[in-house]
């Protein structure tokens, strides 16, 4: 979708490198999120936020913090990676709307591979 | 841990062929919802069912949710080539989506 854009779409990097995934969108939605998918495991969620001001963890936010810089800006970052974070990443959007049905945005995904 | 859990995991049919794919929870939820992802690709929102729903439609995808069962099911009626992707069920609980692994379909031409 390319209200949601991530950069870089691939990244190889180091063990013990710190990196920035972004993500940008243009849907004027309030909240995003930060999913990790790995084989097998389906997505899992890293991070949310449902406003500027608020950042929340999700399931596995260890080894990872983010940045709310922006209404349309979440940032993803690695402080020390380390070869278990090597996966597909993916921010996503949503807007609260009518109530209990709220629906995802997903950006096109960012494929980390850490060596 | 995934809230929900797809089945199968796997799916080949013949184009034309209905697609059955099933998926269970374990908590309360205010929706259930399935994406579909094409191979790598970013999900996309297929359709979604509230908690108070038994039964939606949408083009050729019918979900039926099974609160009691903590149960949903989609059906993909005449199946095109077209539809060969991963396909997830997601609960909502609270704004946060939990996924299941995903069911991959293939339809062959």
């Known amino acids: 979708d390319a209200d949601v854009t991530q950069t870089p779409r691939n990244r190889i990097t180091k063990t013990g490198k710190r990196i920035m995934l972004e993500c940008s969108q243009t849907?004027?939605?309030?909240?995003m999120y930060w999913y990790r998918q790995d084989p097998g495991l389906g997505l899992r969620l890293i991070y949310y936020?449902?406003?500027?001001?608020?950042?929340n963890k999700g399931e596995i936010s260890d080894g990872y913090s983010v940045s709310r810089q922006a209404q349309a800006k979440f940032s993803l970052s690695l402080e020390s990676a380390i070869p278990n974070q090597t996966a597909l990443y993916f921010c996503?959007?949503?807007?609260?709307?009518?109530?209990?049905?709220?629906?995802?945005?997903f950006g096109p995904g960012t494929r980390l591979l850490v060596l | 841990s995934q809230q929900g859990e797809e089945d199968p995991q796997a799916l080949s049919i013949q184009e034309g062929e209905n697609a059955t794919m099933n998926c269970s929870y374990k908590?309360?939820?205010?929706?259930l919802q399935w994406y579909r992802q094409n191979s790598g690709r970013g999900l996309v929102h297929l359709i979604l069912?509230?908690?108070?729903?038994r039964e939606k439609h949408s083009g050729r995808l019918r979900v039926t949710l099974d609160t009691s069962k903590k149960s949903s099911s989609l059906l993909i009626t005449a199946s095109r080539a077209a539809d060969t992707a991963s396909y997830f069920c997601?609960?909502?609980?609270?704004?946060?989506?939990?996924f299941g692994k995903g069911i991959t379909l293939s339809v062959r031409p």
């Open positions: 936020s449902f406003d500027v001001k608020d950042i």
């Open positions: 849907k004027g939605h309030d909240r």
């Open positions: 997601a609960t909502d609980l609270n704004s946060k989506l939990t």
């Open positions: 069912i509230r908690s108070n729903e």
């Open positions: 908590t309360s939820i205010n929706n």
């Open positions: 996503a959007t949503s807007d609260p709307g009518t109530a209990y049905q709220e629906t995802q945005y």
